[in-house]
């Protein structure tokens, strides 16, 4: 697992993926990272999807937030969401509560590479933390 720590955009993927958020002019590649966790339905979910869907997530978050979104670790979503403060529709905001559910949920790969860590409780607790904050 590429991943450093267990905040939404503390590991490779995640890492790769705002490439393409920086490039992105509207919401489709944050609906598409989510898109690609909830298409595996009950199937195994690999953890390179469900990394790029927190990530997603979190960018769900800051624009929800508005004027008051917390500065992200990540400077350039910082930078995408301030240049793109869209509105989030409310089919986005529940697309997105419904990955973070899948990727808490068996089968999930990054569920249980997380298991095997003494972190996995923070990752757990920061997941069920940015799907509380999502506003539906």
Request: proline fraction near 3%.
């Given at each position: 697992m590429g991943a450093w720590g267990y905040g939404a955009f503390?590991?490779?993927?995640?890492?790769?993926?705002?490439?393409?958020?920086?490039e992105a002019e509207d919401l489709e590649v944050i609906e598409a990272a989510l898109?690609?966790?909830?298409?595996?339905?009950?199937d195994y979910l690999e953890a390179s999807e469900a990394e790029v869907a927190l990530a997603a997530a979190a960018v769900v978050a800051l624009l929800?937030?508005?004027?008051?979104a917390p500065e992200c670790v990540n400077e350039t979503?910082?930078?995408?969401?301030?240049?793109?403060?869209?509105?989030?529709?409310?089919?986005?905001?529940?697309?997105?509560?419904d990955a973070l559910?899948?990727?808490?949920?068996?089968?999930?790969?990054?569920?249980?590479?997380?298991?095997d860590t003494e972190d996995f409780d923070a990752w757990q607790a920061s997941?069920?933390?940015?799907k509380v904050g999502i506003v539906l």
């Amino acid at each position: 697992m590429g991943a450093w720590g267990y905040g939404a955009f503390d590991n490779d993927m995640a890492g790769d993926w705002v490439y393409a958020l920086e490039e992105a002019e509207d919401l489709e590649v944050i609906e598409a990272a989510l898109d690609a966790v909830l298409v595996v339905g009950d199937d195994y979910l690999e953890a390179s999807e469900a990394e790029v869907a927190l990530a997603a997530a979190a960018v769900v978050a800051l624009l929800q937030a508005g004027e008051e979104a917390p500065e992200c670790v990540n400077e350039t979503v910082n930078e995408w969401v301030a240049k793109y403060p869209f509105e989030v529709p409310w089919s986005l905001a529940k697309k997105t509560v419904d990955a973070l559910d899948r990727i808490l949920t068996d089968p999930s790969e990054l569920l249980e590479l997380w298991s095997d860590t003494e972190d996995f409780d923070a990752w757990q607790a920061s997941v069920v933390e940015l799907k509380v904050g999502i506003v539906l």
